[in-house]
């Protein structure tokens, strides 16, 4: 079964600061990976997804993020936090052969003025 | 086009009661999958139904229930409420379902049992 891990529960940065959230995944063939972000009072929005190709994907709002197939690894990543991001964000696992999705227990991110 | 609706947004609950709450997909959405959000355990998934069927189901006792109907729109039962169950519900639409689609997620129901 596959797994997720978002090792960091709260971050902090300053606005105009670059951010990286890290996700590790544990699956053995190749994950349908996703990152979503959770506003207050809010449902979930996908930032970004992964399947196949170009190991490094683009989202909205700026983000990216790259897939590390020898680290099992999908880190999140801005060069410049707006006050805007600060919300809480989800890093998501769908395996191959499988049918449902598998999430991280979040990172929450705060940004400071 | 609407997004995903849940109704009701906010319902308290006396232990031992029961529960429907109610999710209203994106038009010529025909999965359906819940989840429940806790702080500190993110978002555990409950079940997801495909065209009235339920095809995956999550580690959570029987008291948690679901259905789907003909329209797609799906409804989530918990009876003899206990006070751990007190989260928020979500529900997320997509058009073939989990895992290499795009989920749109409600709102939610925060779910608060006394």
């Known amino acids: ?113 | 086009k609407a997004g995903v609706t849940q109704t009701p947004r906010y319902l308290i609950k006396t232990r031992g009661q029961q529960v429907t709450l109610s999710c209203s997909p994106i038009s010529g959405h025909r999965s359906v999958s819940w989840y429940q959000q806790t702080p500190g355990q993110g978002l555990q998934f409950l079940f997801e139904y495909f065209s009235e069927t339920q095809r995956n189901k999550g580690n959570f006792p029987g008291r948690f229930s679901g259905r789907q109907f003909s329209n797609s729109r799906s409804e989530m039962n918990v009876s003899t409420l206990e006070l751990g169950d007190s989260a928020l519900y979500l529900c997320a639409s997509s058009t073939q379902g989990p895992p290499n689609e795009k989920l749109f997620f409600g709102s939610g129901t925060q779910l608060s049992v006394l």
């Open chain 1, 1 to 113: 079964a596959q797994s997720v891990t978002q090792p960091d529960i709260h971050i902090t940065v300053s606005e105009g600061a670059s951010l990286e959230l890290r996700c590790n995944y544990s699956y053995g063939a190749t994950p349908y990976l996703f990152w979503y972000v959770q506003s207050p009072g809010q449902g979930l929005q996908l930032l970004l997804k992964y399947f196949s190709g170009d190991t490094l994907v683009q989202g909205i709002k700026g983000f990216e993020a790259e897939f590390k197939r020898s680290q099992s690894s999908f880190n999140l990543r801005k060069p410049s936090v707006h006050w805007s991001d600060a919300a809480e964000y989800f890093c998501a696992v769908g395996a191959s052969s499988g049918d449902k999705l598998t999430f991280g227990t979040g990172t929450r991110l705060a940004v400071r003025p």
